[in-house]
């Protein structure tokens, strides 16, 4: 039977909090009586904590997902004149911060199945400008690291890790974020390590770029009012470190009940007509921050997207919540229209803009929940036939 509108959300942040309410209701009113509101050793041992889960040795916290990757450009001096090859398909933040300081974003198309970048089309991209790649973990799901590390050793380009919805994730048995010189995180709330605001963190084995990024990050000033350079404000209250210290400690669990999950669509929606499952990389283990499928219009009138979003529709009003992400590639923004590219030049971008959609996925979703998303997904899938 077909349970109310809205009975099964995209995402349900609620139930997480509640398996931990305890832990933090305590923390949190353990730091308000502290009075010691911004860094201080919770921040710090924060920091450590998450280098230890990462395997390097500098943990830099910050006040989100953006201004990690801003600050990474920063630290690497980045700017006016020089070009940053990044992904078309992904939050418009990585590509925001390289136009942020001066710099030039180069989109390069996707892969089709992985929609990461399709890393046999970089080299092409590549110029005398080129600084450094922004490789996204889209959806959890970790670039071909080894590949794209010759890449850009071969032509001695930076590589800052975007790993905003792939906390856990790894690739050769290796951490994302660990394994280029930078790695940038988010921690906002729907995340798989979120917290309960903004918040981010940047990892790095090299100890002069911490150096500079906790400089940049604290207005420029590596003492207490002497300014070494124009820096910004950017760091992780008290409170959020708090919170984070405890959810890290239940990552690992939350990441493999993603998986099981993840697992579970993959076992019946390919029984299901009409939907392009998503794919993994042999070599990587993904976590699942969305269960983001295509819905195939091949061979209907229309845009593609108009057929996604009337299945869509059809979804929610049998009770069944989705989303969208993205719905337009970045180089074909408004805001990038100054860089002259045109549709149809990143054309496995701009069709899995028009044809992509993401299941509810968070780690408490049960196999009932699941049972009816697949079978309402067939019902109307069927019913467009």
């Known amino acids: 039977m077909i349970q109310s509108v809205n009975s099964i ?3 349900d942040i609620k139930q997480q909090y509640a398996s931990i309410e305890a832990e933090v209701s305590a923390a949190v009113l353990e730091v308000l009586a502290s009075g010691r509101y911004i860094g201080g050793p919770l921040v710090e041992g924060f920091e450590q ?28 001096e980045i700017g006016m004149g020089d070009e940053v090859i990044t992904t078309p398909f992904t939050f418009v933040a990585t590509a925001e911060v390289i136009s942020a300081v001066g710099a030039k974003p180069i989109f390069v198309d996707i892969d089709t199945t992985t929609f990461n ?55 050769g048995g290796q951490k994302v974020g660990s394994i280029g010189h930078i790695g940038c995180f988010s921690f906002y709330p729907t995340k798989n390590l979120g917290g309960c605001g903004d918040g981010g963190a940047i990892i790095t084995n090299d100890p002069e770029l911490a150096v ?3 400089v940049l990050k604290e207005h420029g ?17 008290a409170l959020q470190a708090a919170i984070l210290q405890i959810k890290l400690r239940y ?35 993904g976590v699942w921050n969305q269960y983001t499928i295509r819905i195939s219009s091949e061979g209907r009138n229309g845009t593609s997207a108009t057929y996604r979003d009337s299945i869509r529709s059809q979804l929610q009003e049998r009770g069944v919540s989705s989303m969208v992400y993205y719905p337009h590639p970045l180089h074909l923004q408004p805001v ?14 701009e069709l899995a803009c028009q044809e992509v959609l993401s299941l509810p996925m968070f780690p408490e979703l049960t196999h009932e929940q699941q049972d009816q998303v697949i079978y309402t997904l067939d019902k109307v899938l069927s019913a467009e036939c």
């Open 9 to 11: 959300p995209a995402f």
């Open 49 to 76: 904590q998450f280098a230890a889960y990462h395997q390097v040795t500098n943990c830099i916290a910050c006040n989100s997902g953006t201004d990690a990757l801003y600050l990474a450009l920063r630290a690497l």
């Open 117 to 171: 970048l399709d890393l046999q089309q970089i080299a092409a991209a590549i110029t005398p400008q080129t600084k450094a790649i922004i490789p996204v973990h889209l959806f959890g799901q970790p670039v071909d690291m080894t590949a794209l590390m010759a890449i850009a050793q071969s032509h001695n380009l930076a590589v800052i890790e975007d790993c905003a919805q792939s906390t856990g994730a790894s690739w």
């Open 212 to 214: 500079r990024l906790r």
């Open 221 to 237: 000033q590596k003492n207490r009012y002497y300014y070494e350079e124009i820096g910004v404000n950017s760091r992780l209250d």
């Open 251 to 285: 990552l690992d669990t939350w990441n493999k009940q993603r998986q099981a999950i993840a697992a579970y669509y993959q076992q019946f929606l390919s029984r299901v007509s009409g939907i392009i499952a998503p794919q993994e990389l042999a070599g990587g283990v």
């Open 336 to 349: 990038y229209q100054s860089l002259g590219y045109q549709p149809g030049q990143l054309p496995v971008a």
